[in-house]
């Protein structure tokens, strides 16, 4: 295409672009680059939930170029909306295919967000993090369903290292004091890792906090705001994340798989 | 309430690949979770095991077999993941500096490089919550 064209088809609205198809591909692909940003941004909605940004990405792109070939110009619709159905539609989809999501049994899923419930209150009253009895006690579940749902919850909801840091609320690691001597620690371990100075602000403020600071895992979930079981997700991932960038040839576990609680 | 292992042990072997980790990850879960422990030690030793097993198969030498022995005592419960491939430099040198040693020696009280049968070997010690609080 040569870039007279384009310019040309820069001043085309998507009504002249749409009766120029199927036939022409330089229409189609001004198209594909018009709603690209809708593809990202839908993507984006779907971030958090263990899937690389990447490969949403690539999801909602293939979602927009099926809604491009199949949009219909006689129906009274925008096509910014039937888009934006399509793109959600194949997400959703590429979610389904990979089983996650709807293959955690429904009764381990209502434990998850039992456990989530009384933990912070039940570690306040023993002054501790509370033992699995303990919680299973206030819980009205036995040990063995209190772990099967951490397992669980750590199988299908894996927080994404590209989700957009603070989303949680986290604290920004500046805010934790910048002149802590283990603050250069980190940095001296980034000289290591240096993937470490990769990762997304709430990721470092977590594994700071649980590896430099010592904190529990409990303790971090307070001061980040976000739940004790996704900061033990938010761990899990990090870890595997950094394994993999520090030695990209070396064997990584695999996320716990459902099939033995299914 | 806590079931009394004793001095019980759980000994498993597994082929060592990654698609097992998750069952000894499992595993020590279970076995943590029926002993005074805090629900953060659960998930430390969770992630001590996953960490420590991915430390050993990247070594040289392919191991075939993963051992985990988990041995309850009366203050503490020690974990021991090993390989079953003799290697000439364990622990590796400057081990101090790296990212696995940092998040092991985090997760637990103690972490020790060690020999089993002239493999290498990780021992994971966590210690239980005494009956009278921390």
Redesign the interface.
């Known amino acids: 295409m040569t870039a007279r064209a384009r310019v040309d088809l820069q001043e085309l609205d998507e009504r002249e672009l749409f009766g120029m198809l199927p036939k022409d591909t330089a229409a189609r692909e001004e198209l594909t680059r018009r709603f690209l940003p809708l593809a990202e941004y839908l993507a984006r909605r779907f971030s958090g939930r263990g899937e690389s940004q990447d490969d949403l990405f690539q999801v909602a792109s293939l979602g927009l170029l099926n809604a491009i070939d199949r949009f219909d110009l006689s129906r009274d619709v925008q096509f910014s909306t039937y888009a934006a159905v399509t793109i959600v539609g194949e997400l959703k989809r590429h979610f389904r295919d990979k089983g996650w999501a709807v293959r955690v049994p429904r009764r381990l899923q209502e434990i998850g967000l039992r456990i989530n419930a009384v933990l912070p209150e039940l570690s306040q009253q023993l002054g501790r993090s509370p033992t699995i009895d303990e919680i299973a006690a206030r819980c009205d579940a036995n040990a063995e369903e209190i772990l099967e749902a951490m397992e669980a919850s750590h199988a299908y909801a894996t927080s994404s290292l590209d989700a957009p840091a603070g989303e949680d609320g986290a604290a920004p690691i500046e805010v934790l004091g910048s002149d802590d001597p283990s603050m250069e620690l980190l940095e001296e371990w980034a000289s290591v890792a240096p993937a470490v100075r990769d990762l997304p602000q709430r990721e470092r403020t977590v594994l700071y906090l649980r590896f430099f600071r010592g904190l529990t895992q409990s303790e971090i979930a307070r001061e980040v705001g976000v739940s004790q079981m996704h900061v033990s997700r938010i761990l899990s991932q990090t870890l595997r994340e950094l394994r993999e960038a520090v030695n990209p040839g070396a064997p990584v576990a695999e996320p716990e798989l459902l099939e033995e609680i299914d | ?2 079931t009394d292992l004793g001095t019980d042990s759980v000994r498993l072997s597994i082929p060592a ?3 097992y ?2 069952v000894l ?2 595993v020590t ?2 076995v943590a ?2 002993l ?9 030793l ?2 001590a095991v ?2 420590a ?2 430390r050993l ?2 070594l040289p030498g392919e191991p075939a077999t993963f051992r985990l022995d988990l041995r309850s005592l009366p203050d503490r419960l020690e974990v021991v993941a090993a390989v079953d491939t003799p290697t000439q430099t364990w622990p590796p040198i400057g081990f101090e ?3 696995s040693w ?2 092991l020696s ?1 997760l637990a009280e103690s972490v020790r490089f060690e020999l089993w049968n002239g493999a290498p070997a990780i021992r994971i010690v966590k210690r239980t ?1 005494s009956r009278n ?2």
């Open positions: 309430m806590f690949r990654s698609e980790i998750h990850r499992s879960a279970a979770g029926r005074p422990l805090s629900l953060d030690d659960v998930d430390d969770r992630l996953d960490e097993c991915a198969l990247a500096d790296t990212l940092r998040v985090a919550i609080g921390r």
